[in-house]
Each structure stands twice: as C-alpha cells, then as structure tokens.
C-alpha cells in the first residue's frame, strides 16, 4: 500500500486560511469515509484532528474543518495561530483492512 | 482519565527481534484497538498494525507482514508488538495508539529503537 500524496509544504499568515490536500486511490480514501487528519509538533506524539472525514473530537478548535471528493480529503484551517504550525498527517483505511498515512505536510505560519 | 503507556527506548543488533509492551488504562481494555505507528528519524509517520484486544484479530502492513507480530494479554491490559530480523531502516520511534478500526485518539509516549552495529 503506497503513502497517500500530501504536499510536503504550504504557509499562510496569520488569520488566513489553507487547505492540505490528501490524495489517494479507489483503495483507500475513494472507498470508505474513513480517513482522519493528524497535528503533530515537533517532538510531540501526534494529535487526532479529524475523524470520518468531517467530524472533530471534543477540545479541537472549530477552525479546523475537512471534506472529500472522490480519491481526495482536504483539511482546511481558517484564521490561522501561530500554534497551528506542525506537520499535518493524513490517514485511510484501505480496502486490505489496513491502514494507510499521507507523506505529511508542513504548516509553516509566516 | 486514558492512558497509554509503553516500555522504554532499545537498541539492538542487526538481526535481532524487538518486544515493545504498550499498557492501556482508563476504560475496558477490550473495547479498542490498538494500532501500532513508526517514525524514523525526520520521516513521516508509518502505520504498522492494529490489534483487537477484545477478540485479537489482527491486520498488519503489507511491507512488514512476516515480520511484525502483535499479541495482547487481557490479564493485564497490554499488547505487546515484536519486530524481527531487525535492520537500519527500522531505527524509528514506535507509537502505540488505541482507537478504533480507522482512526486513532490517544497516544503512547513512544518508544525509541536503535538498530546499530
């Protein structure tokens, strides 16, 4: 199974909004609404944002947001802090009954 | 309050086998899985496997299949993640997580491995 393709970078400043895009295959984000998004600070074990696709867990901030479309899940982070810079993780379930992570995104705020 | 707990840093030969322990604590051991997930050194992360502790069904990465095994012991609320023929390319931190089939919530501390001659 193959990571699913994030871009390795992308900024913003701060109150702007950005979109990391996760794009996978008819295996994987195509075939389920299971895919999930994951903050990770450096050092730091990584942090569930999202889960199937839109719903956030309790104490995440409404400002992070997510969709799907066909073999892509978008994250989406509006008005952007400081503290939203981290590497960003997107994660499948797979039609193997496996599970699948994006290469990563680095959030840079500028 | 949930917490998951895992042994400490090793480091090994070339070859060898790894036993990494993760303890769960804070709701019924047997109502999540938990998945096991590696970074290695300024890489991204990798999932490895998950286990169902309830009834232990396992599902394991195709590219580690043959040499990751996952047992769990409901005695006492921890599985254990053994990693054989050990080589470089393993050094990494090890995570255990517990969740669900598809998405994980809380995070071990991780474990570091070293893999060196």
């Known amino acids: 199974q193959s990571a699913l393709t994030q871009p390795a970078s992308v900024s913003g400043s701060p109150g702007q909004s950005i979109t990391i895009s996760c794009t996978g295959s008819s295996s994987d984000i195509g075939a389920y609404n299971y895919v999930s998004w994951y903050q990770q600070h450096p050092a730091k074990a990584p942090k569930l944002m999202i889960y199937d696709i839109t719903n956030r867990p309790s104490g995440v901030s409404n400002r992070f947001s997510a969709s799907k479309s066909g073999d892509t899940a978008s994250l989406t982070i509006s008005g952007l802090q400081p503290e939203d810079e981290a590497d960003y993780y997107c994660l499948s379930y797979t039609t193997s009954s496996s599970l699948v992570f994006g290469g990563g995104t680095k959030l840079t705020v500028l | 309050q949930v917490q998951v707990v895992q042994s400490g840093a090793e480091v090994k030969r070339p070859g060898a086998s790894v036993k990494i322990s993760c303890r769960a604590s804070?709701?019924?051991?047997?109502?999540?899985?938990i998945h096991w997930v590696r970074q290695a050194p300024g890489q991204g992360l990798e999932w490895m496997a998950m286990i169902n502790p309830g009834g232990g069904s396992t599902a394991y990465a195709q590219n580690l299949q043959g040499r990751l095994t996952m047992t769990r012991d409901t005695s006492t609320d921890t599985v254990y993640m053994e990693l054989s023929s050990l080589r470089s390319e393993d050094t990494a931190i090890y995570y255990c997580?517990?969740?669900?089939?598809?998405?994980?919530?809380?995070w071990g501390q991780g474990t570091q491995v070293t893999v060196s001659s």
């Open positions: 804070g709701y019924t051991f047997t109502t999540y899985f």
């Open positions: 997580a517990s969740g669900v089939r598809n998405w994980v919530d809380y």
